[in-house]
């Protein structure tokens, strides 16, 4: 544990030092069509006060939990909402077992409960992030279980493109909008883009655009958000009145959605320090029955 937190701290520190080059950067003329006097500064670590993300208030959305609890989904049972009209018949008889398997009380295997990578867009719903900017690169960092991606700024994908477990991630910049697209996710042993099961498959294609909004705006946004997955947890600083950062994202699979389909994830600034959360220690958990199938070596690295 000790060496998996000193390697994600190494990192990080790495990464920090060199974002100071940034300012220098925006001083100077940026390449292509925008001056990198206009990127937005969306650096810094943020937060929301709930593990989800945001339905959309109009047109096809996620899919949901039939469960509730107190008005809002059930974080105690995953029932996918299997009749969503984004589903094709595969993907619905899938979502609709997952849920029988919960109803039994028993819950069913996920990269959550599992400790693998989650990829995009199921990293979506962590609580916090801390975005790194760089002019050639972006580097996002999710609180839980040590969860890192990297996009390669102003790039192509790679051709052919090798899956990975965060995908092949290129961005660039259209105004005040920072703009991500995602392919090449890979395909492992609990491959789902939500707390239901909904599958993907090698064509998931992952659009997200980082913006920042007014604090009333963000404020809304998490009223409006809690109403489908309450007030759990997360380390907002309430007394911050500033911009938040939200993220719209569309997702894409022609093998498992019959269209594409967008959420929102909005968050504020932070407030303290993240606790560790390393999930690959933790071989069983109070609601899992049997050992986790996390990713195991066949001899140590040191």
């Not at 509730?68 to 009209?85: E, F, K, L, M, S």
């Not at 693998?116 to 609580?127: A, C, H, L, N, S």
């Not at 009333?216 to 109403?227: F, L, P, T, V």
């Not at 719209?248 to 498992?256: H, P, R």
Request: with cysteine; proline share 8%.
């Amino acid at each position: 544990m000790h060496r998996q937190r000193d390697l994600v701290l190494l990192v990080t520190l790495a990464v920090a030092a060199a974002v100071p080059a940034w300012g220098q950067a925006i001083k100077q003329a940026g390449s292509g069509a925008q001056g990198a006097a206009s990127i937005p500064d969306l650096s810094g670590v943020w937060a929301k006060p709930y593990v989800g993300i945001e339905s959309p208030r109009s047109g096809p959305g996620p899919v949901t939990n039939r469960s509730r609890r107190n008005g809002a989904r059930n974080v105690y049972q995953y029932v996918g909402d299997y009749t969503n009209p984004i589903l094709k018949p595969e993907a619905a008889e899938i979502v609709k077992k997952h849920g029988e398997i919960s109803l039994t009380g028993v819950p069913y295997p996920s990269p959550r409960n599992q400790c693998w990578p989650q990829g995009v867009p199921g990293i979506f719903p962590d609580t916090e992030i801390e975005m790194l900017q760089q002019p050639d690169r972006i580097t996002i960092l999710y609180s839980e279980d040590h969860e890192i991606r990297h996009i390669r700024m102003n790039q192509r994908h790679q051709v052919p493109v090798t899956p990975s477990w965060y995908g092949d991630s290129v961005g660039h910049y259209e105004g005040d909008t920072l703009v991500i697209d995602t392919v090449g996710v890979r395909i492992g042993p609990f491959a789902m883009v939500d707390f239901y099961g909904t599958p993907y498959t090698a064509a998931l294609h992952v659009v997200e655009r980082y913006r920042l909004i007014d604090y009333e705006a963000a404020k809304e946004a998490h009223e409006w958000g809690s109403k489908e997955n309450g007030l759990a947890r997360g380390a907002i600083d309430y007394d911050y009145k500033g911009k938040g950062l939200q993220l719209q994202f569309t997702v894409e699979d022609e093998g498992v959605f019959t269209m594409p389909w967008s959420a929102t994830v909005t968050y504020r600034r932070a407030l303290g320090e993240w606790p560790e959360m390393a999930c690959a220690e933790n071989l069983r958990s109070t609601y899992v029955t049997k050992d986790s199938a996390v990713p195991r070596a066949e001899k140590p690295d040191f």
